[in-house]
C-alpha cells in the first residue's frame, strides 16, 4: 500500500509532467483535470457497488434527484434560480431524456448484468457511434484516418468477446449488452443534437438543475412501476453510499470542473481525459471488485482507445487554447 509520502511524490511528478506539456497550466486546471479523470473514472464502480443491492433505477433516480437538490441552494444563493422559458426548457427536458435518463439510466441498469469494467469499455466506444451518426447526417466527413480508426474500434470489440460467445446464451448478460448499446446509441443521440442546435450554455448549473430535476423525477417514477417488490431494508450502507458519491462527486463536483476545463483547454483536449477515464474504471474495477481482466481485455481496450483517439485527433488539440 502507498504512503501518504509516496502519493505526494507521485501528485507531484503528475504535476510536473503536466506543466512540461502544458507550460501556462495553472493548479486550479490540473486539479480540475485531476477531478474529472479520477471521479468519472471512479462512477462506472460506483455504480455496480450501488445496484449490488438497490435496483438500477432507483440508483439512477436517486443519483440525479440528489445532484438537483445540491445545485439548489447553490442557485438560490447566487440568485440564479429562475424559470429558463419554454423553448430552453424543451430542449433541457430532450438532453435530459437522451443523455441521463437514456445513457445514464440505462448503463446503471446494464451493470446490474454486466461487469463494471466491460460497462466502462463499452462507454469508450461512445465517439464511435457519435462519429458514425454524424457522418450519416453530413457533420463528419469519411477519411482513411477514420477508417482506420474504426477498424481499430470494432477489432477492439472482437477481442472482448473473442472467449465470451458462449456467454451470449445467458439471458441476462445478452439482455445488459443489449441496454449497454442503447445506452451508448442514447449518449450519441444526445451528443449530436446538442451540436446540431449549438445549444449555449449561459447559465449551465440552472440547466443542469432542470436536467438533473426531470431525470431523477422520471427515473424515480419507473423505479417504482418496475419493481415489483421494493425492499428498502435490503439496502446496504454500501450501495446507498455509493449512491451520494454518484451525486456528489461524479455528477456535480464532475461537472463544475468540466465546465471549468472548458473555458480553459480545448474541447478536444479536455475530450482526452475519457481515455483516462477508461482506464482508472478498469483498473479500479480489477483492484476493487476482483473483476477478471485477461490478455485480450487489456488488447480490447489498448485498441478501442487507440482507434477512438484517431478517429477524434485534430490538428492542434496538444495545443493550448490562446487567451
Do not use: C
Request: glycine content about 6%; proline content about 2%; charged content about 15%.
Amino acid at each position: 500500500m502507498l504512503k501518504d509520502k509516496d502519493l505526494s511524490v507521485e501528485f507531484e511528478f503528475f504535476e510536473i509532467s503536466l506543466l512540461l506539456n502544458f507550460p501556462d497550466l495553472n493548479s486550479k486546471t490540473i486539479i480540475a483535470i485531476l477531478i474529472v479523470a479520477i471521479v468519472w473514472g471512479t462512477t462506472f464502480l460506483g455504480i455496480k457497488i450501488g445496484v449490488e443491492t438497490v435496483p438500477p433505477w432507483f440508483v439512477a433516480g436517486f443519483r440525479q434527484f440528489l445532484a438537483s437538490l445540491i445545485l439548489l441552494p447553490f442557485l438560490i444563493f447566487t440568485k440564479n434560480l429562475k424559470w429558463i422559458g419554454w423553448k430552453n426548457f424543451r430542449i433541457q427536458l430532450t438532453l435530459s431524456s437522451l443523455l441521463l435518463i437514456g445513457a445514464n439510466g440505462l448503463t446503471t441498469v446494464a451493470e446490474k448484468n454486466l461487469t463494471s469494467s466491460l460497462a466502462s469499455l463499452m462507454s469508450a466506444l461512445s465517439p464511435v457511434f457519435i462519429f458514425i451518426g454524424s457522418m450519416i447526417i453530413g457533420m463528419e466527413k469519411f477519411t482513411f484516418r477514420t477508417l482506420v480508426g474504426l477498424l481499430m474500434g470494432f477489432s477492439g470489440i472482437i477481442f472482448i468477446f473473442w472467449d465470451g460467445l458462449s456467454e451470449l446464451s445467458n439471458p441476462d448478460y445478452r439482455n445488459g449488452l443489449i441496454v449497454m448499446i442503447l445506452a451508448l446509441l442514447g449518449w450519441a443521440i444526445g451528443t449530436i443534437y446538442t451540436k446540431k442546435l449549438h445549444v449555449q450554455n449561459n447559465n449551465l448549473f440552472l440547466n443542469l438543475f432542470y436536467q438533473f430535476a426531470w431525470a431523477g423525477i422520471i427515473q424515480l417514477i419507473f423505479a417504482f412501476s418496475f419493481s415489483d417488490k421494493i425492499d428498502f431494508e435490503s439496502w446496504s450502507v454500501k450501495s446507498i453510499s455509493a449512491i451520494i458519491y454518484l451525486a456528489v462527486f461524479g455528477s456535480v463536483l464532475a461537472f463544475f470542473a468540466y465546465n471549468y476545463l472548458l473555458k480553459t483547454l480545448l474541447p478536444t483536449q479536455v475530450s482526452m481525459l475519457s481515455y483516462v477515464n477508461t482506464i482508472i474504471s478498469i483498473f479500479l474495477s480489477w483492484l476493487i471488485l476482483g473483476e477478471s481482466i485477461s490478455e485480450k481485455f487489456i488488447i480490447a481496450t489498448a485498441l478501442i482507445i487507440s482507434g477512438v483517439f484517431i478517429i477524434n485527433y485534430k490538428p492542434g488539440m496538444l495545443k493550448l487554447r490562446k487567451k
